[in-house]
Nanobody, 113 residues
Framework: QVQLVESGGGLAQPGGSLRLSCAASGFPFEDYVMRWYRQVPGRERELVAGISYSLIATYYVDGVKGRFTISRDNAKNTVDLHMNSLKPEDTAMYYC??????WGQGIQVTVSS
């Protein structure tokens, strides 16, 4: 059974930090490109960051470059999103994705004072 389980979300103050983690099981994790997406109500889901199988290549949407870092541990089947210098506009539901097929249930991140 394929599972992607996100954790680490919650409330943060502007300028603060959060680390999201996604634990994968039920498929060959090391063979999949992994991505984080986010979505706010009424808007399309947005790609935030991605990381290749071998950890060499990473991608970030312009609005998070320099603030967010994606990482993965193929031995532990986890992919993390380290979020620093958080802004209110980072508030969204964040989703882990094993490209293209598998999705987590999502986890809420709220940035507010």
């Amino acid at each position: 059974q394929v599972q992607l389980v996100e954790s680490g979300g919650g409330l943060a103050q502007p300028g603060g930090s959060l680390r999201l983690s996604c634990a994968a099981s039920g498929f060959p994790f090391e063979d999949y490109v992994m991505r984080w997406y986010r979505q706010v109500p009424g808007r399309e889901r947005e790609l935030v960051a991605g990381i290749s199988y071998s950890l060499i290549a990473t991608y970030y949407v312009d609005g998070v470059k320099g603030r967010f870092t994606i990482s993965r541990d193929n031995a532990k089947n986890t992919v993390d999103l380290h979020m620093n210098s958080l802004k209110p506009e980072d508030t969204a539901m964040y989703y882990c994705n094993a490209v293209p097929h598998y999705w987590g249930q999502g986890i809420q991140v709220t940035v507010s004072s």
